[in-house]
């Protein structure tokens, strides 16, 4: 059984930084990709960014070049690091897992941005 814990949600001001941490029951290396969703208020659930195992990342035009995912290995822990964070970013942000065919999800970390 996978089971994915999110953390480092929070409140900041607009132009500021966070980084989110997901660590993972498993080996990281073993899951096809690793991802970041998120679910602004009042809509529906939306690709942020993932890592394949390869390494190969891809991120939603609306976050790209002010979003990292990064992962390590050695942690079984996937990061994303948000710079010049908007208020539009205001969401909760799940972790995923692909492993064949399933998904596995975290509970959520809550990220508010003030304006």
């Known amino acids: 059984q996978v089971h994915l814990v999110e953390s480092g949600g929070g409140l900041v001001q607009a132009g500021g930084s966070l980084r989110l941490s997901c660590a993972t029951s498993?080996?990281?290396?073993?899951?096809?990709?690793m991802g970041w969703y998120r679910r602004p208020p009042g809509k529906q659930r939306e690709l942020v960014a993932t890592?394949?195992?390869?390494?190969?990342?891809n991120y939603a035009d609306s976050v790209k070049g002010r979003f990292t995912i990064s992962r390590d290995n050695a942690k079984d822990t996937v990061y994303l690091q948000m710079n010049s964070l908007k208020p539009e970013d205001t969401a909760v942000y799940y972790c995923?897992?692909?492993?064949?065919?399933?998904?596995?999800w975290g509970q959520g970390t809550q990220v508010t941005v003030s304006s």
């Open positions: 995923n897992a692909q492993l064949s065919v399933k998904d596995y």
């Open positions: 498993g080996s990281i290396a073993s899951f096809n990709a």
């Open positions: 890592i394949t195992s390869g390494g190969s990342t």
